[in-house]
C-alpha cells in the first residue's frame, strides 16, 4: 500500500437514534489508529474532524423524518471531502453513525466516475439501511444512506443530486440481520445482492466475499468498504446504539480485511456507528482499529509462510 491514508472525522449522530456517535472520531483517534497505520509504514494525514455545512430548512411529508436539514447538510460536505479525498490517497472517514455514508459514498462514487471506473461497495452491517424517506417509521435517518446513493426514489429535492449514482447491482451487502418489511422489498426491486447471516453461517464469508471481489476485479472496478459496528456479534463490540445478536466473529471479520487488502482493489472506508457512550473501556474502538489495520495490510505472516 502506497497511497497515504488521510484520516477524516465525521462526527455526525443526526441520522442515529441516540446520542454519542459524535465521540467516534475521538475513540479512533484515542484507540491508535494513527499508530498502527504508521507501523505498516503507511503515510499518514489526519485532517481533523469536517464541520458541518450550514443548514438549509426542509420540510418531508413523512413527518416522522427526524433532522433532515442536518442530514442533508452532512451529505452535501462528505461528499466533497471524498471526492477531493479520494484524489489524494486512501480516505478513512471516522464516523459518526451510518448517515455519513451518504455523503462519503455519493463522493466516492463521482471520484470513480471522474477516473471512468465503476465503483463498487461492500456494505458490511446487521442493517441494509435501504429505507427511503417514505419508507422510514422510526425516521433516524442512518437507515436510508444506501437506498439514497443507490438512486431510489424520493430523496430529491430534499438530499443533494448526485453526480453519480452507485448501480445497485454494484452493492455487495454481508452480515445483515435485521430488515425492515419496505427495505426487503426494495432490496429485491433493485438487484442488491445481499448474503444475510444464514448465507454466512451456510457458505461461509470468505467465499461470499471472494465471488464480490472476483467481480469487481473482472471490470477493473473500484471498491468503497463501509463497516458498520454492529455487524461485529455485540459480544466482542458493544460500543453501539443497534446491536443485534448473532453477528461475525472476530476471525471472520479480520479474515474478510486481509482479504480486501490482499485484493488491492479497496480505496476507501467507513468506520460507523461506534458510539463510545455505550462502549466498555475502549474495545469496540480498539477493534475497529485492529480491524481497520488488517484492510490495510497489517498480516501475522507473509502469505507463503502462513503456516509452515
Ligand atoms: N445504521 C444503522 N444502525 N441503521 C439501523 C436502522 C434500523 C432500522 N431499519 C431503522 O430504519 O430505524
Ligand atoms: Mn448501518
Ligand atoms: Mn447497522
Known amino acids: 500500500m502506497t497511497k497515504p491514508c488521510i484520516l477524516i472525522g465525521a462526527p455526525v449522530q443526526d441520522g442515529a437514534g441516540r446520542l454519542g456517535c459524535d465521540m467516534g472520531p475521538s475513540a479512533y483517534r484515542a484507540a491508535g489508529l494513527r499508530e498502527v497505520l504508521l507501523d505498516l509504514d503507511i503515510e499518514v494525514y489526519d485532517r481533523g474532524n469536517v464541520a458541518l455545512a450550514p443548514l438549509r430548512p426542509i420540510v418531508h411529508p413523512n413527518a416522522a423524518v427526524r433532522l433532515l436539514a442536518e442530514y442533508d447538510a452532512w451529505t452535501r460536505v462528505l461528499s466533497q471531502v471524498a471526492f477531493e479525498t479520494g484524489g489524494e490517497g486512501f480516505p478513512i472517514f471516522l464516523g459518526g ?5 451518504a455523503g462519503t459514498i455519493s463522493g466516492m462514487a463521482r471520484r470513480a466516475a471522474h477516473e471512468g471506473r465503476p465503483l463498487f461497495v461492500l456494505w458490511l452491517d446487521a442493517h441494509p439501511d435501504f429505507h427511503t424517506l417514505e419508507t422510514t417509521t422510526s425516521g433516524n435517518l442512518h437507515g436510508t444512506p444506501m437506498a439514497y446513493v443507490t438512486g431510489q426514489p424520493g430523496f430529491m429535492p430534499f438530499l443533494p443530486a448526485l453526480h453519480a449514482t452507485t448501480e445497485p447491482e454494484h452493492v455487495c451487502m454481508i452480515g445483515i440481520r435485521s430488515v425492515d418489511p419496505a427495505e426487503r422489498t426494495a432490496l429485491r426491486a433493485a438487484g442488491v445482492t445481499v448474503h444475510d447471516m444464514r448465507a454466512v453461517d451456510e457458505e461461509g464469508l470468505a467465499p461470499l466475499l471472494r465471488a464480490f471481489l472476483d467481480r469487481v476485479a473482472a471490470v477493473h472496478g473500484v471498491l468503497h468498504v463501509s463497516l458498520d459496528v454492529d455487524f461485529l456479534d455485540p459480544g466482542i463490540a458493544p460500543g453501539v446504539g443497534t446491536t443485534v445478536p448473532g453477528g461475525a466473529t472476530f476471525r471472520e471479520t479480520h479474515l474478510a480485511m486481509e482479504m480486501l487488502h490482499d485484493s488491492g482493489l479497496v480505496r476507501s472506508l467507513d468506520l ?37
Open 97 to 101: 453513525d451510518h448517515s455519513l455514508s
Open 272 to 308: 460507523v456507528e461506534l458510539n463510545p457512550f455505550l462502549d466498555e473501556r475502549g474495545r469496540t474502538a480498539l477493534l475497529m482499529v485492529d480491524l481497520a489495520a488488517s484492510l490495510m495490510g497489517r498480516r501475522i505472516f507473509d502469505r507463503p509462510t502462513r503456516s509452515f
